[in-house]
């Protein structure tokens, strides 16, 4: 299992919730040339933050960065509808999947399985809550249909999944280098576990 001293899971913490204020679309502080990091912030802090407070915490920051844009950008009326309830269960599987992969760690190779595997399980139940519960309960839509939401979604998931994927992938390959350097550092350690 993979469990962090205290002071790294602040500062990863930290940069979590730095990347999500800047990578939010339609607020005060938002980076345009960054692909939005909500879907890695939320599984990256269930892998990393231990804390019972993280999940929490992370969804009233998304409501509050999400309540700014409300009030300041015109555009945001469109996305807050009666469906943005269904972002709870949608960043709870990404974080659950996190959690679990967590659960799973051991620093080799064959780690990536199982992180492949909660990344796209947790992405496709996202996936579903967010658009699902957007396209069917919003009521932004005049009429909805499985097949249009399917079609819908042969769009719009590989962006995210790509999004995902991208944010991820630069976390699996600055948590090797660290891991790495650490054990380069302290030789003595890694051959006693």
Not at 14 to 25: Q, S
Not at 159 to 187: C, D, E, M, N
Request: net charge neutral.
């Amino acid at each position: 299992m993979l469990t962090l001293p205290l002071r790294h899971q602040y500062l990863i913490g930290t940069i979590l919730i730095t990347l999500m204020i800047v990578t939010r679309e339609y607020h005060f502080a938002s980076l345009h040339n960054l692909p939005g990091a909500s879907w890695a912030v939320f599984f990256l802090a269930g892998v990393y933050l231990s804390s019972s407070w993280a999940l929490p915490g992370f969804l009233a920051l998304t409501w509050v960065l999400d309540a700014s844009a409300y009030f300041t950008v015109a555009e945001s009326e469109f996305c807050l509808t009666t469906a943005y309830a269904f972002l709870l269960p949608a960043y709870s599987a990404l974080w659950a999947a996190g959690r679990w992969f967590a659960t799973h760690y051991r620093f080799s190779w064959r780690a990536l399985l199982p992180l492949f595997s909660s990344l796209i399980i947790g992405a496709a139940a996202c996936e579903l809550f967010s658009s699902g519960g957007f396209y069917f309960f919003s009521g932004q839509f005049a009429e909805t249909t499985f097949t249009e939401f399917w079609q819908r979604e042969l769009h719009y998931f590989p962006l995210y999944l790509q999004s995902l994927l991208f944010y991820t992938g630069t976390a699996v390959v600055i948590h090797t280098l660290f891991v790495l350097i650490h054990k380069v550092r302290h030789p003595r350690i890694n051959a006693s576990s």
